[in-house]
């Protein structure tokens, strides 16, 4: 994903949820429980955060990050949600600069 456009999507994303916030609160969604949809919604984001956890977790782990990197964004993560590993991408992921990080594609036997 090119990264100008996770900055774009970055900014929209977080001066959106500000408006939110200073429309409702920071608790405000909570508790959310007040259908099944609502639990269905939240452990999907949940599953979807963690997945996203191990990933960079892995990633800072080949970079050599200090565990405290890793601390860092879990608190992250749990004080705003999406915007911390759009911020790891936009930090911390370099563009590829030639075609030895292109996906492989596997040759067709003819």
Do not use: C, N
């Not at 759009?86 to 003819?110: G, K, N």
């Amino acid at each position: 994903m090119p990264k100008l456009f996770l900055a774009w999507y970055f900014v929209a994303f977080v001066a959106f949820t500000g408006f939110a916030v200073s429309q409702d609160g920071l608790l405000s969604p909570f508790p959310p429980f007040e259908r099944w949809h609502t639990y269905q919604i939240f452990f999907d984001l949940g599953t979807s955060i963690g997945l996203v956890s191990i990933w960079v977790y892995y990633d800072m782990q080949k970079r050599g990050r200090p565990a405290a990197y890793f601390i860092a964004y879990l608190v992250g993560v749990g004080v705003s949600g999406s915007i911390a590993p759009m911020l790891y991408l936009l930090l911390f992921r370099p563009e590829p600069s030639d075609d030895s990080e292109a996906p492989h594609r596997p040759r067709v036997a003819q």
